[in-house]
């Protein structure tokens, strides 16, 4: 997956749990890292699923980025 974001050059939101067990943090940041216009948000008490696990938080996070960019 390494090259699927290689020419993205837009604002992007990154949004990952806290407690995800499945994507490391670390890879989470060198993500937000290689994006020029990236903003990461960490979501507290969320595994790998915040659309189920925390949807008002993810939904406010959404919005609230969208209203900037």
Same mark, same amino acid.
């Given at each position: 997956?390494?090259?699927?974001? #290689?020419? +993205?050059?837009?604002?992007? !939101?990154?949004?990952?749990?806290?407690e995800?067990?499945?994507i *490391?943090?670390?890879?989470?940041?060198?993500?937000? #890292?290689? +994006?020029?216009?990236?903003? !990461?948000?960490?979501?507290?008490r969320?595994?790998?699923?915040p *659309?189920?696990?925390?949807?008002?938080?993810?939904?406010?996070l959404i919005q609230?980025?969208?209203?900037h960019?």
């Amino acid at each position: 997956m390494q090259s699927c974001f #290689e020419d +993205l050059k837009v604002p992007t !939101l990154i949004v990952a749990g806290e407690e995800d067990k499945i994507i *490391p943090q670390a890879d989470v940041i060198k993500l937000s #890292e290689k +994006l020029p216009d990236a903003q !990461l948000d960490w979501l507290a008490r969320c595994g790998h699923f915040p *659309p189920s696990e925390q949807p008002e938080e993810l939904l406010f996070l959404i919005q609230n980025f969208l209203k900037h960019n």
